[in-house]
T-cell receptor, first 111, second 113 residues
């Protein structure tokens, strides 16, 4: 079973709409969860971290965590062309403190 | 400015010619790590270091070596590069291993012919 899974295929959203990204993870011991954004040809940058169940909002971004169902999601409200990027989900596994990344979801915001 | 600096950014080399990719951070971070990123495979950890003189293997360490003689530097060494090591390499650092909040370098694109 893969440790961190993200939906495959690019997500196309019109400008101003909500982009929704999902990520599932395999280990219930996981405690910390992160979303990184990676523009084409650039390095990943941290945009959100979430540590407890529920929602965490930061500007147009909202991270949602449900530990019982083992998923974490990222919502991008009022999507802008500058949000076009690949979004990487990462999970920190306590015990060995290993940070595992999903393969990423490409988001394309259409003006 | 807080940053992780990698060099070289681009390199084309031939099979068997030893090379070193340097990585330096100016944030006094304890934890440093190397990743490679390949299409369809995502980010995979090669080696990591929790502090000076403390290094350990990640998921794909074969064919690579690292050292951590100083806190700020964490070079990646390819003793005998092969074509399957053609990839985009990222160095990253964080305050310590307990946080997943990594700062990434700009990446080094390596091609091995």
């Amino acid at each position: 079973q893969k440790e961190v899974e993200q939906n495959s295929g690019p997500l196309s959203v019109p400008e101003g709409a909500i982009a929704s990204l999902n990520c599932t993870y395999s280990d219930r011991v996981s405690q910390s969860f992160f979303w990184y954004r990676q523009y084409s040809g650039k390095s990943p940058e941290l945009i959100m971290s979430i540590y407890s169940n529920g929602d965490k909002e930061d500007g147009r971004f909202t991270a949602q965590l449900n530990k019982a169902s083992q998923y974490v999601s990222l919502l991008i409200r009022d999507s802008q062309p500058s949000d076009s990027a690949t979004y990487l989900c990462a999970v920190l596994y306590y015990g060995n403190n290993r940070l595992a990344f999903g393969k990423g979801n490409q988001v394309v915001v259409i003006p | 400015e807080a940053q992780v600096t990698q060099n070289p950014r681009y390199l084309i080399t031939v099979t068997g010619k030893k090379l070193t990719v340097t990585c330096s951070q100016n944030m006094n971070h304890e934890y440093m790590s190397w990743y490679r990123q390949d299409p369809g495979l995502g980010l995979r950890q090669i080696y990591y270091s929790m502090n000076v003189e403390v290094t350990d293997k990640g998921d794909v360490p074969e064919g690579y070596k690292v050292s951590r003689k100083e806190k700020r530097n964490f070079p990646l060494i390819l003793e005998s590069p092969s074509p399957n090591q053609t990839s985009l390499y990222f160095c990253a650092s964080s305050l310590n291993r307990d946080t997943g909040e990594l700062f990434f370098g700009e990446g080094s694109r390596l091609t091995v012919l």
